[in-house]
Structures are given as structure tokens and as C-alpha cells.
């Protein structure tokens, strides 16, 4: 399947945004990313001007005209009404523009839209519709198809102007090529679908590759008007109005005294209308997806420039000036048959639905706050999305709060070390028991209360100004004498600062007594070592005296052997 919107995924911030302001939950949010159900979504573009972080990008096909522009067909550009508010309101000087750029020649789709307002007239006028739903918006039309079928019967079975025209066009040109020029997404869906366009580009597009081609349109000379048959006397069209609030109302020359003529722009709108259709009678619904209908629509440009009532004007005013001849109604082919369009997704029993909320502790009706923060309107609708894979059970915010801040109060308040966290005027924010016994006080005392009156606040004022990461130091309290290993760190991004403490008091106490004991034992053992070397050296003495006394005795003795042994002889 083709895709039309792109989701940059490296971009999504897992916000949930987009799917907030999608208008049917055609995003799947698994792993933390958001990717579009192509199958249920209706091209609204509202997901791209949501996103924050350009991850949904509406896909080119700018290089695939490019290339049509290039080939030896004709290519005849099909531009949208909503031209004149977005661009000029000059359609020759426009016209001039698209054919220096490579197109062969350029129509107003207006063309077609005139003749499905003549269908729209035919079609009241059999009085067969208890209402009838008028649009040439592909979202609504698949809005209708895809979430509310039983409005299908009312909806007309007419081809949008779009494909009118593109019809119109083949018959004039047969062997052409057609390129669709306008202000919406859903149109490149409906062209593929169709299969008479070869292409739809968005304004956007288009503005890029004038741009690329240094084209513009003031300073392009109008092209000479087409030749036209003799005998025409159209020269307005008031389907020009079509981009506009009760624009298909406006191009009708008169009205059917059986219906009440009213407008729907906006999605949320059209849903609230389509949901309660069968509630009605004798009403025409002119019905588009965008608020303010096409002149504010997701590709439109020129939007800050007076807004949505400056572009009114520009259409209006448009409307009103002389258009090329178009001559009488065209007998071309333009009735349709709108279907039912599948759903893939599964209904959950109301048990499924009960486990599922019961996930995110939700047991009791009270306990659902549709708070909307995960996108959904409802817990219920939400649960729905995670028994069809759409969601996940983690995107309940006020739940994963709850959670995370009980799991960290735990953490925090069961830890074995001292916590506590600050703010930019060192105020204490929180604190856990072991922290204040630490400090020399209790939580209820010091929680609010300036670190100032506990401790020295100096390597603290270090962390919140100088960036200074304190790791491990050793401090002794100034309030306690508690000596411990000191963390401090400030908060990225945040003028707040939280800090560990460790009681280190036992261990310097071990080691202050061990170094006393070991001061006391060298001491010691240094006082019995003089002892022994002053009795060494009085035994040395001693034994000195004796040796020499007993030399002399055996001197004496030997000269007296001696002697004895003489007189023998």
C-alpha cells in the first residue's frame, strides 16, 4: 500500500500529540513510536500540523511530475479554486507560470465542479433524498465510507470536481496526461483511486518546484486567452466558490424550497452531524474536512497573511470575475456509487475491555478520568485501541505517574543512604528519614526549611552555579559530627539540585580507633624494644668481664702445665 503520509521515526518524541488531534485514532503507537493505519486514515492532514518535531511529512510526488513534465505527452494541470488564495487571483498569470514550468496548459477544476452542481440539482430535484450530504472532499467521503456507513444513503452519488474535470479533460484531450493541483493530502488518494489522474500535487509542492525553477508568477507575462467556440455566454462561474464555507451552496443558481441549505466544515463537526443524520429531514449538508473548508486546508499557503477571512475575500472576490467561456453542460459520465469500506479492527467484549482497565488499575468507573493525555478521549476507547494493537498499556500517563512516583517514594524513603532534593535557593524540597537524622533533625522539621541551618552550604552553591559534580567526598556535619560520603549533582535543565548522603560515621570510627590502637601497639613495641637492647647491652657487658677473667685464669693455668712438664724431664 502506497503511503501518503511519512512518519520520521527518529524524530517522534512519543508525545502523543498527533494522535490527540487525529480526528478518527488512525495512529498505532507501539514501542514508543507512532506510525499511521493507512487502512483507517482519511488523509485529514491534521497529524502534520500537530507534530512538533516535523516527524510526519506529507510524501512528495513532485519527482514523479517532474518526470511527466519531461515526456513527450501532454500535461494539462487541473488547478483547484483555492488557487486564488494561496498563490494570485490572477489565473492567466498563473496559468503562464504552470506552462513555463513544462505543463502543456492549465484548466480551472471549477470546470468540473460546475457540472456536479448541476448533478447536485437533479438530484433534489427528484425529491428521492430525505437529506442529501454534498462534498468534493475525498476525507469526507471516506470519513462516511469508513466510520459511518449508515449515512451512506444520503451521501451523493456524484464524482468530486476533481474527477468531473479530469473526465471533461479526456474527452477534449484524450491522450493527455493530468496533473491535480490544490491544498489537500487526501486528493493524492483519490487520484491513485480514480485512475484517470496521473497525479495530484499540494500547493506546497508546487511552490517548492516554481521556487527550484526560479519562476515567479508576478513576473511571468499572462498567457493569451484559449480560443473558444461562438455561442457561449458563460462568463462566470460561480462554482469557484467551492473552496470556501457554503461555497457548493453559492454555485447554485437556484434553491429547492424542500431543503434547508446548510454548511459543515470541520471534522468534529462532520462527525457530530453524521452520527445523528438519521435524526433529520429535508436538509442539504455541504460538508468539508477542514475547518474554513479548502482555503485552510493542510497544504494551503499563505495562511498567515489575513487568515482564514483574508482568503474568504480572495475566493469570493475570484468568483465574481469573468471566467473563460466553458459553454453549456457536459453529458459526461459522472455518477458513482459510494461503499462501505472495511474495518480490520475487532470489537472487545465488555470483559476484555474490564482486564484491560484493570491493568492500569482501573477498577470501578469512578477510577477512569478520561483525561485524554494518552490521545484518547476515553479509557474505554483507549482500552479498545490496546485489545487491537493500537496502543499499549504504558501510554496511561496519570497511571505511569502514579507508579513511577510510588516506585521512587519507595526507593527514596526505604534507601539506606540520606536523599534530598533542592531547589535554586536552597530550600529543601524533599528529604527521606535517613537524611534527617542525618542533618540533626526530622522530615516534617527540615522538609521546606533552608539546608542553611543544617550544614555549610558552600559545596552546594558550587553545584548550582559552577556546574561543580561533587562525588564521594568525605564531610563531616556540621550539626551531627556524622561524618559521610557526599553526592551532589544539579538537575540537567532545571535550577534544582539533589544530593546523596552515605553514613560513613562507623567506618571512620573504626578506622580513627584502629589507627589509635595501632599508634598505642607500635608505641608499645617501641618501648619494649629499648628495654631489650639496654638488657642486651648491660648481658654484653657482662658477658665482656667474664671472658676476660677466665682468659687470664687459663693463661695462669697453661704457664703452670707448662712448667710441671719441665721439671718431669
Not at 172 to 201: H, M, S, T, W, Y
Not at 462 to 472: E, K, M, P, Q, R
Not at 474 to 482: A, E, N, P, R, S
Request: hydrophobic share 40%; net charge positive; glycine share 6%.
Amino acid at each position: 500500500m502506497r503511503e501518503y503520509l511519512n512518519f520520521k521515526q527518529a524524530n517522534c518524541k512519543n508525545c502523543y500529540k498527533c494522535l490527540r488531534e487525529c480526528p478518527v485514532k488512525a495512529i498505532t503507537v507501539i514501542g514508543d513510536r507512532a506510525r499511521i493505519r493507512d487502512d483507517l486514515c482519511v488523509l485529514c492532514g491534521h497529524c502534520t500540523g500537530a507534530c512538533s518535531f516535523n516527524a510526519k511529512q506529507v510524501v512528495s510526488d513532485a519527482a514523479a511530475v517532474k518526470k511527466l513534465l519531461g515526456g513527450k505527452k501532454k500535461v494539462i494541470a487541473s488547478v483547484a479554486p483555492a488557487f486564488a488564495s494561496s498563490f494570485t487571483d490572477d489565473f492567466g498569470a498563473f496559468r503562464a507560470a504552470l506552462i513555463k514550468l513544462g505543463f502543456s496548459d492549465a484548466f480551472e477544476t471549477a470546470e468540473g465542479a460546475r457540472e456536479v452542481t448541476y448533478r447536485y440539482q437533479k438530484l433534489l430535484d427528484t425529491k428521492k433524498y430525505r437529506n442529501l450530504i454534498a462534498s468534493a472532499c475525498p476525507s469526507i467521503v471516506r470519513l462516511i465510507g469508513l466510520y459511518y456507513p449508515d449515512a451512506l444513503e444520503f451521501l451523493a452519488p456524484v464524482v468530486s470536481p476533481m474527477v468531473a474535470h479530469a473526465k471533461i479533460l479526456h474527452e477534449k484531450f484524450p491522450d493527455c496526461k493530468i496533473v491535480f493541483l490544490g491544498p489537500c493530502i487526501a486528493k493524492k488518494r483519490e487520484a491513485d483511486e480514480c485512475g484517470i489522474i496521473d497525479a495530484a500535487l499540494t500547493f506546497e509542492e508546487l511552490n517548492g518546484m516554481l521556487r527550484e525553477a526560479g519562476i515567479e508568477i508576478t513576473a511571468v507575462p499572462a498567457a493569451k486567452p484559449r480560443d473558444v467556440k461562438s455561442g457561449t455566454d458563460i462568463k462566470k462561474n460561480a462554482a469557484r466558490n467551492y473552496p470556501i464555507n457554503r461555497g457548493i451552496i453559492k454555485s447554485f443558481g437556484c434553491f429547492s424550497p424542500d431543503y434547508e441549505y446548510i454548511s459543515v466544515d470541520g471534522l468534529a463537526r462532520a462527525k457530530d452531524v453524521l452520527s445523528n443524520i438519521k435524526t433529520l429531514s429535508g436538509m442539504f449538508i455541504e460538508m468539508h474536512a477542514c475547518e474554513f473548508s479548502c482555503i485552510n486546508g493542510p497544504c494551503a499557503l499563505n495562511k498567515e497573511k489575513g487568515g482564514f477571512i483574508k482568503a474568504t475575500e480572495t475566493v469570493r472576490a475570484y468568483a465574481k470575475t469573468g471566467a473563460e467561456p466553458m459553454g453549456g453542460f457536459s453529458d459526461v459520465k459522472l455518477e458513482c456509487n459510494y461503499k462501505k469500506l472495511p474495518d480490520s479492527r475487532r470489537t472487545p467484549s465488555e470483559e476484555e475491555i474490564k482486564k484491560i482497565l484493570e491493568a492500569t488499575g482501573k477498577y470501578t468507573p469512578e477510577d477512569e478520568l478520561n483525561c485524554g493525555a494518552c490521545g484518547y478521549n476515553t479509557c474505554r476507547e483507549k482500552a479498545i485501541a490496546v485489545f487491537n494493537g493500537m496502543a499499549e498499556i504504558s501510554m496511561c500517563v496519570p497511571y505511569m505517574r502514579e507508579r513511577a512516583e510510588g516506585l521512587s517514594y519507595d526507593i527514596i524513603q526505604n534507601s539506606p543512604n540520606g536523599i534530598v532534593s533542592l531547589d535554586g535557593e536552597l530550600n529543601v524540597l524533599d528529604i527521606n528519614e535517613k537524611a534527617a537524622q542525618l542533618l540533626g533533625g526530622t522530615k516534617s522539621l527540615i522538609k521546606g526549611d533552608s539546608l542553611e541551618k543544617y550544614h555549610n552550604p558552600a559545596d552546594f552553591y558550587s553545584a548550582l552555579y559552577d556546574n561543580v559534580f561533587i562525588t564521594g567526598r568525605k564531610i563531616q556535619l556540621d550539626k551531627t559530627g556524622k561524618w559521610v560520603e557526599m553526592t551532589i549533582r544539579k538537575v540537567k535543565n532545571q535550577n534544582l539540585l539533589f544530593c546523596i548522603m552515605k553514613d560513613i560515621t562507623d567506618d571512620v570510627d573504626y578506622t580513627t580507633r584502629l589507627n589509635k590502637i595501632k599508634e598505642e601497639t607500635a608505641q608499645a613495641a617501641s618501648e619494649v624494644v629499648s628495654k631489650q637492647m639496654r638488657v642486651v647491652q648491660e648481658i654484653a657487658s657482662l658477658l665482656g668481664e667474664t671472658t676476660a677473667e677466665t682468659k687470664i685464669a687459663l693463661l695462669k693455668l697453661c704457664g703452670a702445665l707448662n712448667e710441671d712438664a719441665k721439671s718431669d724431664k
